[in-house]
């Protein structure tokens, strides 16, 4: 994928601040700290676009990027921020259920899940919820830079067997550092925007 132009159009916490439904959107969903604004640095080779912190709970809107105008990524909030009051969890919960549950123009969530460890309670959550809504079947298994080959193709298992992922599911290993895994990334989401926008084409 050639990135001709990345852009944050709308930053928001309720749907009257979405951008209109017109164009492609691939969420990324992940714990907090997982590396989502990271990845959406590389993937449009952009060092600043999304703000990127060490410490967990940096995302707190729901942030979309236009990518050539074409189609966006949206940069969600991460989850299992553990230090985030009840009623700020709660406010999380109704935000991201709320975009992903209604957003017509939602294609597909990529999963972000730590390479190194077994998903999370909360991960394995997640991604039944995506599930729910026909939104899974995309894992990005990031900060790669950190196991072996040997323990890649083993977490890879673990990783599947967890989620209950299906055989033709993808799993893409990533390194920020690295700058490993964001063409591979690319490519995929180019084709899924792509089907959505002729599907949209053949529906008229
Ligand atoms: P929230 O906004 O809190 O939900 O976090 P996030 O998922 O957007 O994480 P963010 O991109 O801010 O990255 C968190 C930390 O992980 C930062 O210190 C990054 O530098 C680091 N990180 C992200 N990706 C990688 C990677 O591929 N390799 C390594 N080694 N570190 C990474
Ligand atoms: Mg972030």
Do not use: C
Not at 128 to 145: F, I, N, P, R
């Amino acid at each position: 994928m050639k990135i001709k132009s990345a852009e944050l159009i709308a930053v928001a916490v309720r749907e009257e601040q979405y951008p209109p439904a017109d164009l492609p959107e691939i969420a990324f969903a992940g714990r907090s700290n997982v590396g989502k604004s990271t990845l959406l640095n590389l993937l449009t080779n952009r060092k600043k676009l999304a703000r990127v912190s060490g410490s967990p709970g940096k995302t707190r809107t729901i942030n979309f990027y236009e990518i050539n105008q074409s189609f966006r990524i949206v940069d969600l909030p991460g989850y299992g921020y553990a230090r985030l009051s009840r009623s700020e969890t709660e406010k999380w919960g109704r935000m991201m259920e709320h975009y992903l549950s209604s957003r017509p123009n939602l294609v597909k969530v990529v999963q972000l899940i730590d390479s190194r460890h077994e998903p999370t309670a909360l991960d394995v959550q997640m991604y039944d919820y995506l599930k729910y809504y026909q939104l899974d079947g995309l894992v990005a298994a990031t900060k790669s830079d950190k196991i072996s080959r040997n323990q890649r193709s083993k977490n890879e298992s673990a990783i599947r067997k967890k989620l209950s992922m299906r055989p033709e599911d993808r799993i893409i290993f990533l390194s920020s550092l690295k700058k490993t895994g964001s063409e591979e990334l690319g490519a995929e989401l180019e084709i899924i925007a792509d089907s959505w926008i002729r599907k949209k084409e053949s529906d008229h």
